[in-house]
């Protein structure tokens, strides 16, 4: 059978179920082969505009052999089968086998379906020998990198349509339900009990990593770790994970989510306090030899000689400034390296410049994987810099990020508790300002936090300027002990359309420029307001108080709130008539 142009492109196999329950009937069928014809177009985003290149038309085999039982509205049975994605060469795997079988198991759950492409022949054996286990034999025609693309949607669709009358979870190996509701005692018995709101197709549960670069060794089992140093939490739609109650009732599942559900079925979030998905992974891929001193460097004012774990006595100024960048940015970037001599070039005191770009500098685009680095970087330039400040007495510590970088800052802050200063210029937001619980830059992450807004949201899009519906990379929600908002705090004169060098790296020229030009950002007038995440304050007022932005803000007076003063499109950024004498 060919079916032309799949709704979902890069996950052909999505559609078989789909396909076969709504348009073949209850008919039992096997079919040996299945086709879907690639559009001519591929549509994208990159840096959040869209893209589309032409390609040319292709096949993409799905499952060698897939047999269905009865598409069926009964649902008789509530043993819950857990369905595993594809395995192949595993060995490695046996002792986390062991644990998720055997935590499962513990849970009240006694049906598991492992899908075959080329398992170690050790596992395999020892997984046959389980009187609760499956093996289906998964021969796909793609090479082993392309199965958690491909593979793992036509495993997900070949399992619903086997187990349609029985509730199915779709977990990894590394990922464990725990319930978290003292009303529920097993994984089962909530099934149980959700299953009883007979509108409910699916459940979905929100994703809690733990990251294993950061435990000291791997204990077993992982569940009941007690050192589970690192953890990052996601959202729903972002890495979570679900159970489907009625399998019979979803018209369109994808990995993370239900897309579609028959008319009068819905999808139903679980709180954080009834269930969480706990998630053991090495951290978007980075590892130990990412945790490195070679990616932080050390300048100095007479000296300007790379940091080593040898020259440690070289530190012999009172203030250590620790610079790192965001997104698409590296350790050399051209900013980086002005703010570092600029830095230098003002005082008597070490500048440190951290590199991530392993983590923040990911093609093709992944921005929300870089997201989520932040807090792998944060976590673990806290314990560089809780030692440098253990081990030189009267050291003070200045943290200044920009983007992603302020929130890798604000981490660390927050977990060494050795900063004297952060400097958030222009913090990141998509990611982080619409959730309650994330890990952004906080005021309370350093005695005293001064944030500079340039690339907030702002409510229309300028189709002269603007190329895409996401219109900002900042926020303009306020982060710090004192937040400014430099014309406002969005869209700024002469930065134009939504290039990394737009609006939100305004914040840097301005931070830089203010190092040799004291006094020049000076400000009296308050914003008439709290700027929220789609609502800038465009009204100003006076204050008693003067501040000024940038590299000689201080906490003198202990001023705080959200402060407006304008600039010009280009140096010297201050308006004359604006400039304090």
């Known amino acids: 059978m060919r079916f032309k142009d799949s709704l979902v492109v890069f996950s052909i196999n999505a559609t078989i179920r789909v396909l076969v329950g709504n348009y073949l009937g209850t008919k039992r069928l096997a079919a040996s082969e299945i086709r879907c014809i690639l559009p001519l177009k591929y549509h994208s985003k990159i840096n959040f505009v869209k893209i589309r290149l032409p390609l040319k038309p292709s096949y993409e085999p799905t499952v060698k052999v897939m047999r269905s039982h009865s598409y069926s509205q009964d649902f008789n049975d509530l043993r819950t089968v857990v369905c595993i994605r594809p395995v192949y060469q595993s060995r490695h795997l046996m002792s986390s086998l062991i644990e998720f079988l055997a935590y499962y198991v513990v849970n009240g759950i006694n049906r598991f379906v492992f899908y075959d492409y080329d398992i170690d022949h050790y596992l395999k054996q020892f997984i046959s020998s389980l009187n609760f286990t499956q093996i289906i034999p998964f021969r796909l025609t793609f090479d082993p990198q392309l199965i958690h693309a491909f593979g793992q949607m036509a495993a997900i669709n070949d399992c619903l349509l086997r187990h349609s009358n029985s509730p199915v979870i779709l977990v990894d190996l590394d990922e464990f339900i725990v319930v978290q509701n003292p009303h529920n005692s097993s994984v089962q018995s909530m099934i149980e009990r959700e299953i009883r709101n007979k509108s409910v197709s699916s459940l979905v549960i929100n994703n809690r990593f733990f990251c294993n670069e950061f435990q000291s060794q791997h204990h077993f089992p992982r569940i009941f770790s007690h050192n589970k140093i690192q953890d990052y939490f996601w959202r729903s739609g972002d890495r979570s994970k679900i159970i489907i109650l009625r399998p019979n009732t979803v018209i369109d599942v994808w990995i993370h989510s239900v897309y579609k559900s028959k008319t009068g079925f819905l999808s139903k979030e679980l709180s954080d306090s009834e269930v969480l998905l706990y998630h053991y992974r090495s951290c978007c891929g980075i590892n130990q030899e990412f945790v490195h001193l070679e990616h932080l460097n050390l300048y100095f004012k007479t000296i300007r000689d790379d940091y080593s774990e040898d020259n440690t006595g070289l530190l012999g100024t009172n203030r250590i400034i620790i610079v790192t960048h965001g997104f698409e940015n590296k350790i050399d970037t051209d900013w980086m390296i002005t703010i570092k001599d ?91 300002e619409k959730r309650k619980d994330t890990k952004e830059l906080r005021k309370t992450d350093a005695p005293f936090v001064d944030v500079i807004h340039t690339d907030g949201y702002f409510p229309w899009i300028d189709p002269r300027d603007w190329i895409s519906p996401v219109n900002h990379y900042g926020t303009l929600i306020p982060l710090g002990t004192i937040d400014f908002y430099p014309n406002y705090g969005y869209k700024q004169p002469g930065a134009i359309g939504l290039h990394i060098a737009g609006s939100h790296t305004r914040a840097i020229d301005l931070f830089i420029w203010s190092i040799a030009n004291p006094g020049k950002f000076r400000t009296y007038e308050l914003l008439d307001g709290v700027p929220e995440f789609e609502k800038p304050v465009k009204e100003v007022k006076r204050d008693n108080k003067c501040v000024e932005m940038g590299f000689h803000c201080f906490f003198s007076n202990h001023t705080t709130g959200c402060y407006y003063l304008e600039t010009n499109s280009s140096e010297p950024w201050t308006p004359v008539d604006k400039t304090a004498k």
């Open 342 to 432: 600029e830095l230098l070039r003002h005082s008597d005191q070490t500048v440190a410049l951290v590199g991530w770009s392993r983590g923040a500098h990911l093609l093709p685009v992944r921005y929300r994987q870089a997201a989520a680095n932040t807090e792998t970087v944060g976590v673990w330039l806290a314990g560089y810099v809780q030692q440098m400040n253990l081990s030189i007495v009267g050291i003070e510590i200045w943290g200044i990020g920009h983007s992603l970088g302020a929130h890798v800052i604000g981490i660390a802050g927050r977990n060494s508790r050795a900063f004297a200063r952060i400097t958030g210029l222009d913090p990141a937001g998509p990611c982080f």
